[in-house]
């Protein structure tokens, strides 16, 4: 059982601040002088343990990406996105280059359906001491329609999403052209949070590091299929190849 589940601890969860919801909770990032065990930071840009370690046998880090607690990764300028992107992913290969973890899982939620409680952007680094989570991936979970590339990068949109409905990748197959990752990042949430959906407001972001290549996923968030969560079948849009039009019409002309 402990190597595929996660023991998730409900006394600490409920002491947890929650703001994402409640615009009128106060927010603990934004309070930099109150900040504990902060690891590395550039200007902005702080990496620190979490104060609220909800999950057993991991060591769990928050990423403050800004001081602006209002921002978001679709906006950010081009100096801080790329900052922010060197910064997270060298903190993420650091961490499993010790190889004290069975898998470092590297993710960011955003929005009140994305699974997150703050409102202030932020990003998660967690090593888990006996959970593999290569297990449950594939090399198929990041095919899909071809949408951009540039230097190796690819950007495309899922043709077997690992959830649904619509998931957009990057495939990073050189850390050094990781700028244009990020630019990739950039425009799949931009395009989420703009032009999606009308009502799209939430979405995740997900890094994975498969037969020694970094994909970043970016899943826009609803209410979660009942197929999913009753019996883990994803669903694809028969709007794939419409989407993937859109976005290049959009941000690639």
Same mark, same amino acid.
């Given at each position: 059982m402990s190597?595929?589940?996660?023991?998730?601890?409900?006394l600490i969860g409920a002491n947890k601040p929650e703001n994402i919801i409640n615009k009128n909770a106060s927010c603990p990032f934004c309070d930099r002088d109150s900040l504990e065990n902060?690891?590395?930071e550039d200007r902005a840009i702080i990496l620190l343990?979490?104060?609220?370690?909800?999950?057993?046998?991991?060591?769990?880090?928050?990423?403050i990406e800004?001081?602006?607690?209002?921002? @978001?990764?679709?906006?950010?300028?081009?100096?801080?996105?790329?900052?922010?992107?060197s910064f997270s992913l060298n903190h993420w290969i650091k961490l499993m280059n010790t190889n004290e973890y069975q898998s470092v899982i590297f993710f960011k939620n955003h929005g009140p359906y994305s699974g997150g409680s703050l409102r202030h952007p932020h990003m998660q680094i967690v090593g888990l001491n006996y959970v593999d989570y290569s297990q449950n991936v594939s090399i198929r979970d990041?095919?899909?329609?071809?949408?951009?590339?540039?230097?190796?990068?690819?950007?495309?949109?899922?043709s077997f999403p690992r959830m649904g409905f619509v998931e957009l990748n990057i495939k990073l197959p050189s850390f050094e052209k990781h700028?244009?990752?990020?630019?990739?990042?950039?425009?799949?949430?931009?395009?989420?949070l703009n032009h999606f959906h009308k009502?799209?407001?939430?979405?995740?972001?997900?890094?994975?590091?498969?037969?020694? @290549?970094?994909?970043?996923?970016?899943?826009?968030?609803?209410?979660?299929s009942p197929l999913f969560v009753g019996y883990s079948i994803p669903q694809?849009?028969?709007q794939t190849s419409r989407i993937a039009k859109n976005i290049q019409e959009k941000y690639f002309k």
């Open positions: 190597n595929t589940h996660l023991e998730f601890n409900m902060i690891i590395d343990k979490n104060k609220y370690p909800v999950l057993k046998d991991a060591y769990q880090t928050v990423i800004t001081d602006d607690c209002h921002s @978001e990764l679709s906006t950010y300028s081009k100096d801080h996105l790329y900052r922010l992107l990041f095919e899909g329609i071809h949408i951009a590339s540039k230097d190796g990068v690819l950007f495309n949109i899922s700028l244009v990752m990020a630019d990739y990042i950039q425009i799949a949430t931009h395009y989420v009502n799209c407001n939430s979405y995740n972001l997900f890094f994975y590091y498969v037969e020694n @290549e970094i994909y970043a996923k970016v899943i826009p968030r609803f209410t979660t694809v849009s028969n």
